[in-house]
């Protein structure tokens, strides 16, 4: 694999996920508009998880490994979670 080619199958893949997240905004729309109400996952207990993993010494780069999230999500979710207590 060259970089050059790595670039081409990156902006290949960004193509295509912002082709998808435009059809779930659809669906969620059409949902909305014709039943009123979207599930919502509940991730309250894995984001405490988050946390209280955090702050007993795994990294940020472990959890995001862990629970297959960026590491910004990971800061974004100890945040949030360190404000609610």
Not at 56 to 83: F, M, N
């Amino acid at each position: 694999m060259t970089v050059e080619y790595a670039k081409q199958e990156l902006e290949q893949k960004r193509k295509l996920l912002n082709k998808t997240r435009k059809e779930i905004d659809g669906l969620k729309a059409f949902i909305v508009a014709n039943d009123g109400e979207l599930d919502k996952v509940d991730n309250s207990g894995r984001n405490f998880q988050i946390r209280r993993d955090y702050e007993t010494g795994k990294t940020i780069k472990e959890l995001s490994l862990t629970y297959k999230l960026t590491a910004e999500s990971i800061k974004r979710i100890y945040d949030r979670q360190k404000k609610k207590f």
